[in-house]
């Protein structure tokens, strides 16, 4: 269910940057930001009412209002469904959301997930797994963005607020004061999945990027001014984040899926991971965009250039196939072992293509004191999305 959701968000900031959070003037959403020629909205539109319209057949061919039912019904995580509601709501703001409002409804039934029908630790973070109390970094981009994105379109400052509320307990629980604030990957529970304490590099990322989006959708609202101290405090705490990733980055410029076991170490779970590097490098723009942070722009510079480099043997690129697909990536499905193909590592990757656009259109920041390099490496395009194919049910 993550995969379509992080891909229902790579579209928007993709194809019609205009209605992406990240985006000034975003909130509330407005169709007439596209011109008259609304096409760019097709492939996320197709995308969602494929599913919308599965779970319609799953309640006899229409949504219940006010019911605790996820948008994956069966799934296991309550998390992860959440990750697919921003789509949803985006298109119930600007008109689409169909005659039977099936689309608030699914959106507003998963919220009641969440809220009513999750466990939740004594004071108050929602598990990320629906059966037992879990915690898990990759929480903090599937459900915080969706409470953040719900209160600005529907003034619900409470939501606002547990969204806030969401990530200062997560960071309370998993960040790791004795490894450079890392946090720990997932904790507690253990019937279903067992706890991994270890300081996964996509983990640390998912915890990085979903802060940033809380903080996009809040600063670009009316309720800006109400949680300015907030959005400035989150900000330190991505830069946390960041820095601790910033210690672990070997010279290869490639993360290891583990960040603090050492890259020579025999670990069954610990190889060089393209996917989280990427995704670094993603939440490195960003954090420069939004807030004028360019601490670690130098790092994703670099992560690009090594991602774009020239491969072997005639091959175009070294970490792309010649289909476009990212190598050397984890399994998004088993985040112990390495993968073939992942739909979120090409997410990451046209992320970060994305986003070091729009820093380039604000002037190519650096860290006061260092001058940018001439001549950038431009990587082709290549990440065009061919999750969708792979992620649609």
């Not at 948008?71 to 005659?99: M, N, Q, T």
């Not at 990212?326 to 998004?332: A, Q, S, Y």
């Not at 920041?365 to 049910?393: C, T, V, W």
Request: overall charge negative.
């Amino acid at each position: 269910s993550w995969e379509l959701g992080v891909l229902n968000q790579i579209l928007v900031e993709h194809s019609t940057p205009s209605l992406s959070v990240f985006t000034p003037g975003s909130i509330p959403p407005k169709l007439s930001s596209l011109g008259k020629d609304t096409s760019a909205l097709d492939p996320l539109f197709n995308a969602t009412t494929v599913h919308i319209n599965w779970l319609r057949e799953q309640n006899g061919g229409k949504i219940p209002q006010n019911t605790a039912q996820s948008l994956w019904i069966d799934d296991g995580s309550a998390g992860d469904p959440a990750s697919f509601a921003p789509g949803l709501l985006l298109f119930d703001a600007i008109g689409w959301g169909g005659k039977d409002d099936a689309y608030i409804h699914a959106a507003s039934n998963q919220l009641k997930v969440l809220q009513e029908d999750t466990p939740k630790t004594d004071d108050g973070a929602i598990s990320h797994r629906r059966r037992e109390l879990q915690l898990w970094a990759d929480n903090c981009y599937m459900v915080p963005p969706f409470f953040a994105y719900y209160g600005v379109l529907k003034n619900r400052k409470d939501l606002v607020q547990e969204s806030l509320k969401q990530l200062r307990l997560y960071r309370q629980y998993l960040r790791d004061p004795s490894k450079s604030n890392l946090w720990k990957h997932v904790l507690m529970g253990g019937t279903e999945v067992p706890p991994d304490e270890g300081h996964w590099a996509t983990g640390n990322g998912w915890a990085a990027l979903g802060m940033l989006r809380v903080m996009a959708t809040i600063k670009h609202s009316d309720f800006a001014n109400d949680f300015e101290g907030q959005i400035s405090e989150m900000a330190g705490w991505v830069s946390e984040v960041l820095g601790g990733m910033v210690e672990a980055l070997p010279d290869n410029n490639i993360f290891n899926n583990y960040l603090t076991i050492p890259p020579d170490a025999h670990h069954e779970g610990n190889f060089p991971d393209t996917a989280s590097t990427a995704l670094f490098a993603y939440a490195a723009y960003r954090l420069s965009v939004l807030m004028n942070d360019h601490t670690y722009i130098p790092y994703a510079e670099r992560i690009r250039k090594t991602l774009s480099s020239p491969g072997d043997k005639g091959s175009e690129y070294k970490y792309f196939d010649k289909e476009g697909y990212l190598l050397n990536v984890v399994n998004p499905r088993s985040y112990g072992v390495a993968g073939e193909k992942s739909p979120e590592g090409q997410a990451f990757v046209l992320g970060m293509q994305i986003a070091r656009r729009e820093w380039i259109s604000k002037g190519s920041q650096y860290p006061d004191g260092e001058d940018a390099p001439k001549g950038f490496i431009q990587m082709s395009n290549m990440a065009i999305l061919m999750m969708a194919s792979q992620a649609l049910p």
